[in-house]
C-alpha cells in the first residue's frame, strides 16, 4: 500500500470502531503465526517471565491465556505445571488449539468468575480504544475474587517518544494512535486505563514503549 493509502486506512481504523472489528478479523483470521514468525527461544523467554509475574505455586488455581495466538506461551506453562486453558478471536488459532486438545474459548464468550490469573500478552492494543474499558471489565468478570488481570507488553502514547518513526508515521501515529496498521493495533493511553480502574498497577515491560497493566478483581 501507498503511504497514502496507509494513512487513510489508520484514519478508518480509528474512527470507525466496525471498520476496525472487520479488519482485526480479517487479518488475525488469515494469519499462519503469532506475531511474524517469532523463534521458540522468545516464546521461552515470555513463559519464564509471565511465570514469575504469576507467581505462587504452579497449582494454585486455573489460568486463562487470552488473545493466545497459537498458545505457545500457555502451553509452556502447562510444561512449568499450571493449569492453563486458553481463548482466541481468530478462526484458525481456535481450531488450531481445540484440535490439539487445549481448552480454548472464543474470545467474545468467556466463563465468568473462572480464573485465580487472565494475562494478554502483546494482545490487548488490538482492541479498539472506545471499546478498550469495556474489555478489560469483561476480562475482570472471567476472574474469580481476588484474581487478577495482567496485560503485558502493551505500548503506551505515554513513551511513544522513545521510539524513533518517520515525519509521516509520526504524524500517523500522533492523530490515529495507529501502530500497527496491518495487524490493526493502538498504542494504549496509560491515563485512560488508570482513570478507570484506579487500583492498576504499571510497570516497565521488556521494551522501553511498552509497559504491563495489572488489576485486581
Known amino acids: 500500500m501507498s503511504a497514502l493509502t496507509v494513512a487513510i486506512h489508520c484514519v478508518m481504523l480509528r474512527v470507525s470502531v466496525r471498520y476496525h472489528a472487520r479488519c482485526v478479523r480479517k487479518y488475525w483470521n488469515a494469519a499462519q503465526s503469532t506475531h511474524a514468525n517469532m523463534a521458540p527461544e522468545t516464546f521461552d523467554f515470555y513463559a519464564d517471565h509471565i511465570a514469575e509475574l504469576i507467581g505462587g505455586d504452579a497449582d494454585n488455581g486455573l489460568i486463562l491465556d487470552h488473545g493466545a495466538g497459537r498458545g505457545e506461551i500457555g502451553t509452556r506453562l502447562m510444561q512449568k505445571g499450571y493449569d492453563v486453558e486458553f481463548s482466541e478471536l481468530s478462526d484458525t488459532f ?38 478498550l474499558l469495556g474489555e478489560i471489565s469483561r476480562l475482570l468478570q472471567c476472574l474469580q475474587s481476588g484474581g487478577r488481570l495482567l496485560l503485558l507488553d502493551v505500548p503506551v502514547l505515554q513513551r511513544m517518544d522513545r521510539l524513533s518513526p518517520g515525519r509521516l508515521k509520526s504524524l500517523v501515529w500522533r492523530v490515529t494512535h495507529v ?16 482513570a478507570a480502574f484506579s487500583d492498576t498497577r504499571i510497570t516497565d515491560s521488556w521494551s522501553d514503549y511498552r509497559v504491563h497493566f495489572e488489576t485486581p478483581h
Do not use: K, W
Not at 501502530?179 to 488508570?194: S, T
Open 179 to 194: 501502530i500497527q496498521p496491518d495487524a490493526c493495533g493502538f498504542f494504549v493511553d496509560e491515563r485512560q486505563v488508570l
Open 94 to 131: 481456535l481450531d488450531h488449539m481445540r484440535s490439539n486438545g487445549l481448552t480454548c474459548y472464543n474470545a467474545d464468550h468467556l466463563p465468568a468468575s473462572r480464573y485465580r490469573v487472565c494475562f494478554a500478552n502483546n494482545s490487548i492494543f488490538y482492541t479498539h480504544p472506545r471499546r
